[in-house]
Nanobody, 121 residues
Framework: QVQLVESGGGLVQPGGSLRLSCAAS????????MSWYHQAPGKERELVAR???????NYAGSVKGRFAISRDNDNDMVYLQMNSLKHEETADYYC???????????????WGEGTRVTVYA
């Protein structure tokens, strides 16, 4: 079964940088779209960045130019490089794997448990 484990969160000053990692187990990684979401207290979970199975990327407008998502298909890893962090980006960050099952046609989503990012001086 597919599992995701995030790491790399922590306390960082405004303007600082952090690199989040997500390790995937199972066999579906290479055919999956991988995404990072964040969720601040009392807010809905929001998409931050996505990288498709074909390595196309898209970003939330608020992070475009500052964040970069990447993947390593040899090691089933996805990363989120976050630069020039802002206080309002304090949140729990979640890794998501998504693919469509070839036999059932159902969309499959797998979520990690999250890693906390705190941006504070």
């Amino acid at each position: 079964q597919v599992q995701l484990v995030e790491s790399g969160g922590g306390l960082v000053q405004p303007g600082g940088s952090l690199r989040l990692s997500c390790a995937a187990s199972g066999t579906a990684f290479k055919i999956s779209d991988m995404s990072w979401y964040h969720q601040a207290p009392g807010k809905e979970r929001e998409l931050v960045a996505r990288i498709t199975s074909g390595s196309s990327t898209n970003y939330a407008g608020s992070v475009k130019g500052r964040f970069a998502i990447s993947r390593d298909n040899d090691n089933d890893m996805v990363y989120l490089q976050m630069n020039s962090l802002k206080h309002e980006e304090t949140a729990d960050y979640y890794c998501q794997l998504a693919y469509r099952h070839s036999l059932t046609g159902k969309d499959v989503e797998v979520w990690g448990e999250g890693t906390r990012v705190t941006v504070y001086a």
